[in-house]
């Protein structure tokens, strides 16, 4: 009795509020899951088999639909379903077979470019990239080397790993800011957290950026190793990103034309093969074989009434009555 008097007495909006929390908890568990996490890595690294993915869901599920809802003609309708249908299988099924094989050939090359390219090509990809020079035996030959760590990643010109986040230090709190500035004197800590650097400025197309006091202000440092983010580290570091998303896009790039060719192809012969073929219209040519009559007929009673207009009007001038 007293459980069902407690409970009478909590405010609906309590229970709302608990509700909401509850799921705003769970989201956050969700985008915050190591699975997830996963998952959208294999999708950024697999954009190609994404996409046919996506589209294979939109052929099997919502155009099937559309199409038999809104075509009159259920025959037709039934056609275009399984057209559509085919469409996203064969279109799912040729980056499984022939792209991934090339996005996988294309991902090892890439994962160690030193090993399948010299560094003068890896330099155009990478401008910040860090090459070593040293002499050959000759005392000669200038051998260059791209610089990498000890698990064999690419390094920058500053030290850090090629491809990664240019990540800025943050210092959060009044003690920890005075703490760190004492501790690096050369360094300046924002009130909103931000390291800068005191004598190397951030700068946009070459020019020294000022604050709204006319004041230069700091390039950021790296969360690392304190080295300043210049203009050209950031301008390097997304033509890191740029070359990352046309990797993934090679596959695609070169297979686009065939699948799309293939896909156009198959589709026909393929329907056939499971007794599904396109109704066919009428013939064009018994069409006109029906209208022609009527032209005829049109064309005989102009003649009639042509020739009784005529014999009138000849009656007429003769003065018949």
């Not at 809104?70 to 040729?94: F, M, P, Q, R």
């Not at 360094?187 to 020294?208: A, H």
Request: net charge positive; proline share 5%; hydrophobic share 40%.
């Amino acid at each position: 009795m007293i459980t069902k008097v407690m409970g009478s007495v909590v405010p609906k909006t309590a229970k709302k509020a608990a509700i909401k929390s509850g799921k705003d908890v769970a989201m956050k568990k969700f985008m915050q899951s190591e699975a997830l996490g996963k998952v959208l890595d294999v999708a950024a690294e697999n954009q190609t088999l994404c996409q046919s993915l996506f589209a294979l869901g939109i052929c099997v599920g919502p155009r099937p639909i559309t199409n038999y809802i809104v075509t009159e003609d259920k025959k037709d309708a039934t056609y275009a379903n399984c057209h559509s249908i085919s469409s996203g299988v064969v279109g799912y099924l040729w980056p499984m077979v022939f792209a991934t094989p090339i996005a996988l050939g294309v991902k090892k090359m890439v994962a160690n470019p030193t090993k399948y390219f010299k560094p003068e090509m890896i330099q155009k990809f990478y401008p910040n990239v860090k090459v070593e020079e040293s002499l050959a035996k000759d005392g000669k030959t200038i051998i260059k080397k791209i610089a990498t760590n000890a698990e064999g990643k690419m390094l920058r010109k500053d030290g850090s790993v090629l491809c990664t986040d240019l990540e800025p230090m943050m210092v959060y709190g009044e003690k920890a800011r005075n703490a760190f500035q004492k501790e690096h004197p050369e360094l300046l800590v924002e009130k909103t957290g931000v390291v800068r650097s005191k004598t190397v400025y951030k700068t946009e197309n070459g020019v020294i950026k000022l604050d709204k006091n006319g004041n230069k202000i700091g390039a950021a440092v790296q969360k690392n190793d304190l080295n300043p983010i210049t203009e050209e580290m950031e301008i390097g570091a997304r033509k890191e990103q740029n070359v990352q998303k046309f990797v993934n896009m090679v596959p695609d790039i070169l297979l686009a034309p065939f699948r799309a060719s293939l896909t156009i192809a198959l589709i026909p012969p393929l329907l056939k093969s499971f007794g599904i073929e396109k109704r066919k219209k009428p013939d064009a040519a018994a069409q006109t074989a029906q209208i022609k009559p009527l032209n005829v007929v049109s064309q005989s009673n102009n003649i009639t009434v042509k020739a009784a207009n005529s014999s009138t009007f000849s009656s007429f001038k003769k003065g018949v009555a």
